[in-house]
């Protein structure tokens, strides 16, 4: 997983206090009144023949009104029907001490197999350090006989895996579940703050009944979670009508690019493009309050870009020093772009306005001042600025949900305190917001600091391109601008929700999971949902053409998780994983049904 915000994890920011929000203007305010009048005004004039009685008018009028005024509509709670007796046979199952306990220790014994990715290995093959994949093959075989036994096994790019659940009827796109069998390193210095070893796999049952270690929340539970469901559906005798197929990565901790892009490639050969009916990967999880439980499936996910710049200008003796060195331009280069951040905009087709929105409409913690703010913010742009500056303020994740962001990561330049630096170099790291481009972001760039570079009399090599008149034979130095790794990505397309089958096959199935879930936290409360975006990169960056219905969810209560992912003491709630599997088993068992797919 990849740097979600803290906003998709359900951490509530928008919560807080309360909001002083401005009066608005008083034509604002006459607004509902003025269209009342003329939608009255309206049906009298269209239905001129029919007496209306004014009490009935009225409240004709009224329901229009809070209809729209619904601004996050929610599909109700999604139950298999004709295997509904089978799925309560499977929830028995799952409460019982046997299941538990067996299900405990797949997740343990993944754990104690460290498929560590590291920055820096060499594709399958070439590289020692993949050989621990094979470990944890041969684990995942001897822990899920029948997926072995029935389900087709392909091994993409050696140790990518993917299985193929054949189902009786072709006619039904197949449904993809992919996790990553990978997982982060551990900081060395940090090995013993760890509560329980990082690879132990501990189960600490009876005293806090977590499951320690690395991978335990990022994303092994998605792995077992999902091999769980179908051994456990398996071993009921279950024939999925639907087609299922189950694809893990290798190196998502690292980009995919040995893994995702292999098994996409095998996918797009062997089923076509656009084959698949959904597609669910780790992402956005879920978070119970008081009051209500939110979930937060990722539709969305930025850009990324790491756009290098280098500087070079002639050498010498740095007893004789021209006023600017190129580590000296490169500096001016650093302040001129930080000087100029990208600003951050709230726009309503944004994933965050909608958020807001779902979570004004449903979750009674927001301050009625926030919740009237967000309602009028749909239609009147002088609230969407009110709310703009507002979230601007209170919500640190308002600038990375809402813009483009920038950091220079990565500085390079000199060798020698007697010789002047004839390169110095750095990257940007860029993270695209949803509505802008690859294309975008280079003008943006070029325009930033082609003045600086003029400045210093240096030519600018652009993205390939000579930009502005001077030539680099006749410069000082040379600015050259490139893609760091060619590795540019766009935005993510937005996965359609609203009247989207999928979207409300996802949706009913995890509101339906959480409101008949068993824990006592959850009881009683409703479930809704509010879309969420990755500032970061899953796997699915690579996976676009498999299916249009991309989801980035993993069903993980955010307090199922001791410290987080990627840092000391990662572990999660041995309850948490029941709620998993709870949740593939209905999603597998819904979308075998539901006429919500393809
Ligand atoms: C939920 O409660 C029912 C009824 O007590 C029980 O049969 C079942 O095993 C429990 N399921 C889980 C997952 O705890
Ligand atoms: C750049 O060129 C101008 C005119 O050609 C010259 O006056 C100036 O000193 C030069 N600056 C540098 C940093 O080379
Ligand atoms: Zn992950």
Redo the contacts with the bound molecule.
């Keep these: 997983m990849a740097s979600w915000s803290d906003r998709e994890r359900g951490e509530p920011a928008i919560f807080e206090a309360s909001v002083k929000t401005r009066k608005l203007s008083l034509v604002t305010r006459a607004l509902p009144l003025v269209l009342l009048c003329s939608l009255i005004g309206l049906l009298l004039r269209v239905y001129p023949g029919y007496v209306y009685d004014a009490g009935d008018l009225l409240s004709y009028v009224q329901a229009v009104v809070s209809d729209t005024a619904d601004t996050c509509p929610q599909v109700a709670a999604l139950a298999p029907s004709e295997h509904s007796s089978l799925l309560e046979e499977l929830?028995?199952?799952?409460?019982?001490e046997a299941f538990r306990l067996k299900v405990f220790e797949s997740l343990g014994g993944a754990i104690r197999i460290p498929t560590v990715a590291y920055d820096d290995l060499l594709p399958p093959g070439q590289d020692a350090r993949w050989e621990i994949f094979s470990d944890l093959h041969a684990y995942l075989e001897n822990r899920f006989p029948l997926i072995h036994s029935h389900l087709r096994k392909t091994s993409v790019n050696t140790y990518a895996l993917v299985y193929h659940w054949q189902g009786t009827d072709d006619t039904l796109k197949p449904m993809l579940l992919t996790a990553h069998q990978d997982v982060v390193p551990i900081e060395p210095l940090t090995a013993d703050e760890w509560v329980h070893p990082p690879f132990s796999g501990y189960y600490d049952g009876g005293k806090g009944e977590w499951i320690w270690g690395r991978g335990s929340c990022d994303d092994k539970p998605g792995l077992i979670g999902s091999l769980t469901t179908v051994e456990t559906l398996l071993e009921k005798g279950f024939q999925p009508r639907r087609t299922v197929v189950l694809a893990y990565g290798i190196d998502e901790e690292r980009g995919g690019i040995s893994g995702a892009t292999a098994i996409r490639n095998y996918l797009l050969e062997t089923y076509d493009e656009n084959a698949f009916s959904i597609l669910v990967d780790e992402g956005g999880g879920y978070s119970v309050s008081d009051h209500v439980m939110m979930a937060s499936p990722g539709v969305a996910e930025k850009g990324k870009f790491d756009v290098r710049m280098d500087i070079t200008t002639p050498g010498g003796h740095s007893s004789i020093p021209p006023p600017h060195t190129s580590i000296g331009m490169l500096a001016t280069i650093i302040k001129q772009l930080e000087a100029h951040p990208h600003s951050a905009h709230l726009r309503r087709e944004s994933t965050y306005f909608q958020s807001l929105q779902c979570q004004a409409a449903h979750d009674p913690r927001v301050p009625a001042s926030l919740r009237t703010l967000v309602k009028q913010a749909t239609t009147n742009d002088k609230a969407l600025d009110r709310l703009e500056l507002v979230m601007a303020g209170r919500d640190r994740m308002f600038a990375p949900m809402c813009g483009t962001t920038q950091a220079v990561d990565i500085i390079h330049g000199g060798v020698k305190t007697n010789a002047l630096p004839e390169l110095a170099w750095l990257i940007v790291n860029h993270r695209l917001d949803a509505f802008s481009s690859i294309a975008d972001l280079k003008a943006r760039v070029i325009q930033t600091v082609t003045p600086v570079a003029k400045r210093f009399n240096l030519s600018v090599d652009a993205f390939g391109t000579l930009v502005g008149d001077l030539e680099p034979e006749d410069a000082y130095g040379q600015l050259r601008i490139f893609d760091a790794f060619g590795t540019a990505l766009e935005p993510a397309p937005v996965t359609p929700m609203g009247e989207s089958g999928p979207w409300q096959l996802l949706s009913g199935t995890i509101i339906g999971a959480l409101e008949s879930s068993?824990r006592t936290s959850y009881s009683g409360k409703k479930a809704f949902i509010a879309p969420g975006m990755s500032t970061g990169n899953t796997d699915t960056k690579h996976y676009w053409k498999l299916t249009k219905h991309i989801f980035r969810y993993g069903h993980m209560n955010r307090d199922d998780s001791y410290n987080g992912a990627h840092t000391v003491n990662e572990a999660v709630k041995a309850e948490g994983l029941?709620e998993v599997i709870?949740f593939f088993t209905r999603l597998i068992l819904n979308g075998d049904e539901s006429s919500l797919l393809e």
């Design positions: 929830e028995e199952d799952y409460g019982t068993n029941l709870r």
